[in-house]
């Protein structure tokens, strides 16, 4: 970290509602950051649990940590409140049952610092978390940066909302979340979508290292699919009815990867037909998935699932065991491995299944050429 001067505030922003579960993991994680010049501001979205009396309780350890209360009112409204209270000249969005390793503000601000101003986010990697805290096997890592407008309309490639620092200018700018997706009862694609507006008019740098945990939590997943998706399709109409210019295979593209995601989603939550049926439409838009590899192993998958699911509800009670169960054998080389490893085993296994991937690269780097005047 650099001396000499004294060191950025950042303002780390939490929305709660219902949190008990995770968010004294959450706060513990964001106070025990190696950077120390943190303000952390919990907002709590009225909830119905103990997540306030978790929180003042830990706040009295730490002066640091300001509890702020509303009514119900969603995840982009408490975040804009946090944002209104704070202090910093950095924002750093996290969400109440995420965590982030010790170095991640440290080698975000490090980035921040040696960027230009043009500059307006940073983010890190992320490895997929279960209840437990325990390596899923899944990860989120991209090395986009610079201008990344339309890399960013096909896919959110940042993963999630706790994987970023903005700078509170930015925010400023683009007005902060979206309130509109939660009065529609479309939440799910806020991050997203804060993300493309900053994209819009300021330059992204990634740090390549894995620093966050993306909690994965199968109890609320079946309900929350058709609200994710209509919130897909209002974020991404938003931007084309901004931008008619960039030509419409872009967005059928964002919709084909989309719909490869929803097909995992429903598989985890054990919607077996809704699977096949996303599977199908994101091949019927975009054939280039016939080349993905992982189209063939989740659909393999899912069919042996379906088949069997007769069997796995006489077994267990209903699909949340047995996707508990499953974790338990699924994923357990993961269980052992250190964050140091990531990196060396993640280029080695680039070396595989690659084709689709690199395909798509040569689309996003064509058309980012070509509109890179959009942002």
């Given at each position: ?53 978790i929180v003042k ?241 989740h659909t393999l ?55 689709y991937e690199r ?17």
């Amino acid at each position: 970290m650099q001396s000499g001067f004294e060191l950025p505030l950042v303002s780390v922003i939490i929305p709660a509602y219902n949190a008990e579960a995770f968010i004294e993991i959450t706060l513990k994680s964001v106070i025990k950051q190696t950077y120390k010049n943190i303000e952390v501001l919990v907002v709590d979205d009225g909830s119905l649990d103990r997540t306030a009396e978790i929180v003042k309780s830990i706040a009295m350890e730490d002066k640091r940590i300001t509890l702020l209360q509303q009514s119900n009112a969603g995840a982009a409204s408490a975040r804009n409140k946090a944002i209104a209270h704070s202090k910093g000249e950095y924002i750093a969005p996290i969400d109440a049952d995420d965590i982030w390793y010790p170095e991640n503000l440290e080698k975000q601000v490090q980035c921040m610092l040696s960027s230009e101003q043009c500059v307006g986010l940073t983010y890190a990697w992320s490895v997929h978390i279960d209840e437990e805290g325990l390596l899923t096997g899944r990860f989120d890592y991209s090395r986009q940066k610079g201008k990344v407008y339309i890399p960013l309309i096909m896919t959110n490639f940042l993963g999630n909302g706790s994987a970023c620092l903005i700078r509170r200018s930015c925010l400023q700018e683009v007005k902060g979340y979206n309130c509109r997706l939660h009065t529609e009862n479309a939440q799910g694609c806020e991050d997203w979508d804060i993300y493309l507006r900053i994209a819009e008019r300021y330059e992204f740098q990634v740090i390549p290292d894995f620093l966050i945990g993306y909690r994965q939590r199968f109890s609320s997943m079946s309900s929350n699919l058709p609200v994710m998706f209509k919130s897909y399709i209002l974020v991404i109409g938003d931007v084309q009815t901004r931008h008619p210019e960039i030509p419409s295979r872009i967005y059928q593209w964002s919709a084909s990867i989309y719909y490869m995601y929803l097909s995992y989603k429903n598989r985890e939550a054990g919607k077996h037909w809704s699977c096949l049926i996303c599977l199908y439409k994101s091949l019927k838009i975009d054939n280039l998935s016939l080349l993905h590899w992982y189209l063939y192993k989740h659909t393999l998958i899912n069919l042996i699932e379906w088949l069997a699911k007769p069997i796995t509800l006489f077994i267990w009670k209903d699909n949340l065991s047995w996707q508990k169960f499953k974790r338990q054998f699924r994923y357990r080389y993961y269980r052992s491995i250190e964050m140091a490893e990531l990196n060396h085993k993640l280029e080695k296994r680039q070396h595989f299944f690659n084709l689709y991937e690199r395909l798509q690269e040569q689309r996003l780097t064509k058309f980012a050429q070509d509109y890179s005047e959009i942002c």
